[in-house]
């Protein structure tokens, strides 16, 4: 059995993690934001926890790869709900993505892997928050320079 002071370990790393991302995506005006991001990580090791100490309870196994399997089709199917496609577009994607990766890191904390609960959430977010500023400017003067590449063949078909 888990001591309280390591489940609450375990749940506090969770929620931590939870909350460096959400306030990423927070700060970015995204729709899943601070408080989803630390309840999906908290709730991916609350389930990753009870499951571990209910089968100790009843002197069975612990299935963490059926536990790993449910909290991604769980939180597979709510950031399904999260992507919206609009005129031809599909938008936040990235967040649903967000949303799928707070909970891995979520059950790794919850199986007390702490390495890999805050490697995944330093990546996570300097995946967000950092290459999403690249992205910006890389890809935003990209566009740029077609929509004026575009604007000048229009206006050099408007003087001929």
């Known amino acids: 059995m888990l001591t309280w002071g390591e489940i609450l370990l375990r749940l ?13 995506r927070e700060a970015r005006r995204k729709p899943a934001g601070l408080r989803t991001l630390i309840l999906v990580t908290l709730s ?5 926890v009870a499951s571990q100490q209910a089968a100790l309870q009843h002197g069975e196994s612990i299935d963490a790869v059926r536990a ?3 909290i991604a089709q769980g939180v597979g ?8 496609q609009s ?18 890191i979520g059950f790794a904390a919850g199986m007390g892997m ?7 959430g330093v ?20 566009g740029k ?14 003087r001929s």
């Open 77 to 84: 199917f709510l950031g399904a709900g999260a992507i919206v």
């Open 12 to 24: 506090v790393v969770a929620a931590l993690l939870g909350g460096l991302i959400g306030w990423e």
């Open 114 to 120: 702490y390495g890999v609960a805050i490697g995944g």
């Open 145 to 158: 320079k077609e929509k004026k590449k575009g604007q000048n063949e229009s206006a050099e078909e408007d």
């Open 123 to 142: 990546f996570v977010f300097v995946t967000l928050k950092w290459l999403a500023i690249i992205e910006d400017r890389w890809f935003q003067d990209e």
């Open 87 to 104: 005129h031809g577009q599909v938008r936040w994607l990235t967040t649903a993505a967000a949303m799928w990766a707070a909970a891995a």
């Open 44 to 48: 991916a090791a609350m389930f990753v």
């Open 68 to 70: 790993m399997a449910g």
